[in-house]
Structure formats: structure tokens, C-alpha cells
């Protein structure tokens, strides 16, 4: 992977409660907006704005497992400007609302572990939450 797009992922995963705008991270990593749109495109089969709105689930639903957090403080860590813009979002990406699946992973994490060097599938919502670009 080209090292800027590598950089800028990085980035993007630390700085994702921030508004991050393509013109922004270009400028960042010595880019123009174009090139860095076709670099960015290029290295992850996505578009920036799709990348960065997966950056920002993916942290929302490792942080709804925190239940000390309210689902508003989550959305407002994850960069959205909103609690209904991050349901929409979280709901069209996981298929669940965030209270949903904060409960359906509560419920995960009481059952028993499984013992080590046991195979079997893993849940399904479970196998959503890892995937990546």
C-alpha cells in the first residue's frame, strides 16, 4: 500500500472525531485534493468519504460496548455531529441500532468462552463488526 494512503488511515482512525475533509488530509500529506482522491481509491477499492464513515463505525461499535458511555457521547467520539446522523448511519452499516447491538453484545460477553483450540463459526454480527475496506 502506498505509504501517504497508509499514513492517512492512520490518521484518519485517530483523528476520527474530527471533522477530516478530503482537502485537509491532501494538504497534510504534500497532495492534491485529485491526487490524493485517486491514490486513496486506488490503495482500499474505496472513496474517502466511504472510508473514513467505516473508520468512524467501527470505532462506534467497539465503544457501544462500553456501556458507561451514553450512545450520545459515542456518536459525538466517533465524529458525528448528531445522535440521529450516527443511528442512520450505524443502522445502515450493521443493520441494528446502536442501543440494539450494545445489548445483543452485552448478551455475547456473558455467555461462556469458548475453550482454546475449539473451531466452529463465529456469530454473525459478530464477523460484521471486524470487517475492514
Not at 485517530?14 to 482522491?37: K, M, Q, W
Request: positive net charge; glycine residues 6%; contains cysteine.
Amino acid at each position: 500500500m502506498d505509504y501517504r494512503i497508509e499514513h492517512a488511515l492512520k490518521f484518519m482512525e485517530v483523528h476520527c472525531d474530527r471533522h477530516l475533509t478530503v482537502p485537509l488530509i491532501a494538504g497534510y500529506f504534500g497532495l492534491s485534493r485529485s491526487r490524493f482522491e485517486h491514490l486513496f481509491t486506488r490503495e482500499t477499492g474505496t472513496t474517502f468519504r466511504d472510508g473514513l464513515r467505516e473508520i468512524r463505525l467501527s470505532r462506534g461499535s467497539t465503544l457501544l460496548a462500553d456501556a458507561r458511555l451514553r450512545i450520545k457521547e459515542v456518536s459525538a467520539r466517533c465524529g458525528y455531529s448528531t445522535t440521529s446522523s450516527f443511528t442512520r448511519a450505524f443502522e445502515k452499516r450493521f443493520g441494528l441500532s446502536p442501543s440494539r447491538f450494545r445489548r445483543l453484545s452485552e448478551n455475547m460477553s456473558a455467555l461462556p468462552q469458548t475453550p482454546m483450540g475449539a473451531s466452529g463459526p463465529a456469530p454473525q454480527h459478530i464477523e460484521q463488526t471486524n470487517s475492514t475496506f
